[in-house]
């Protein structure tokens, strides 16, 4: 038999602008001490989220969360493309129709 490669998935990255912010304080940096999770200080507000897919939509993904100046503020998983459209429209009342799609 020949030997075939596994192809890798397609990366896509969906881009939405933030025009407003429906829940604030709730991405913050944190330590852990004595095994509880202490908040320090808020994030910045992100004026950009990307969410990014490695292949199949019903599978795992992250949303990234930028400012302006391209400075990292946030990320969270979820478990699938819509689970992330979700929470983009619960935090900044972004519709998955406000989304660019790219493919890395």
Same mark, same amino acid.
């Given at each position: 038999?020949?030997?075939? *490669?596994?192809? *890798?998935?397609? %990366?896509?990255?969906?881009?939405?602008?933030?025009?407003?912010?429906?829940?604030?304080?709730?991405?913050? %940096?944190?330590?852990?001490? !004595?095994?509880?999770? %202490?908040?320090?200080?808020?994030?910045? &507000?992100?004026?950009?989220?990307? %969410?990014? &897919?490695?292949? !199949?939509?019903?599978?795992?993904?992250?949303?990234?969360?930028?400012?302006?100046?391209? !400075?990292?503020?946030? $990320?969270?998983?979820?478990?699938? &493309? $819509?689970?992330?459209?979700?929470?983009? *429209?619960?935090?900044?009342?972004?519709?998955?129709?406000?989304?660019?799609?790219?493919?890395?």
């Amino acid at each position: 038999m020949p030997h075939v *490669e596994a192809s *890798e998935p397609v %990366i896509k990255k969906y881009v939405a602008r933030v025009t407003q912010v429906l829940r604030t304080g709730i991405h913050k %940096i944190g330590t852990v001490r !004595d095994g509880k999770v %202490i908040p320090i200080a808020e994030l910045p &507000l992100p004026n950009r989220v990307e %969410i990014e &897919l490695k292949g !199949d939509p019903s599978k795992p993904c992250m949303m990234f969360r930028y400012t302006d100046s391209n !400075d990292f503020c946030g $990320d969270t998983w979820h478990e699938s &493309l $819509d689970a992330a459209f979700g929470q983009a *429209e619960f935090e900044y009342g972004i519709l998955p129709k406000d989304f660019s799609e790219h493919q890395v």
